[in-house]
């Protein structure tokens, strides 16, 4: 992947490293998406589940925000994924590009023993 994500200039032009596949979402991983949310509480005294059903993109692009949504894949399972949000903001009193990461989340099971995010 080339770009910067806060610009929204991420292409999605793969990339491998250490045997993980790495790339912006599609369609085609909806179902890898909804399965790592579902299956990855968030663990405390109550845990959450921050699910994305029927359609994980569905819920894409609300309010007017530029989002991408970056997977990583251990051969054919789904191990990690994060979503940068962009939209207009003010800081300072200037207007400025606003960048939030959100639902980042590392599959307990597929991921153990790896080094994700590592160059």
């Given at each position: 992947m080339a770009g910067n994500a806060i610009d929204g200039e991420l292409t999605a032009a793969p990339v491998t490293r250490r045997g993980v596949h790495y790339a912006v979402?599609?369609?085609?991983d909806d179902a890898a998406i909804r399965?790592?949310?579902r299956d990855n509480p968030m663990r405390g005294s109550i845990s959450l589940s921050f699910e994305r059903e029927p359609d994980y993109f569905r819920g894409a692009h609300l309010g007017g925000a530029e989002e991408q949504t970056i997977?990583?894949?251990?051969?054919?399972?789904?191990?990690?994924m994060g979503r940068c949000i962009t939209r207009s903001g003010w800081i300072n009193g200037q207007p400025q590009r606003i960048g939030y990461l959100g639902e980042l989340r590392l599959d307990a099971?597929?991921?153990k023993g790896r080094r994700?995010?590592?160059a």
């Open positions: 979402a599609t369609a085609r399965r790592l949310l997977v990583a894949y251990d051969r054919d399972r789904l191990v990690c099971q597929g991921a994700l995010g590592a």
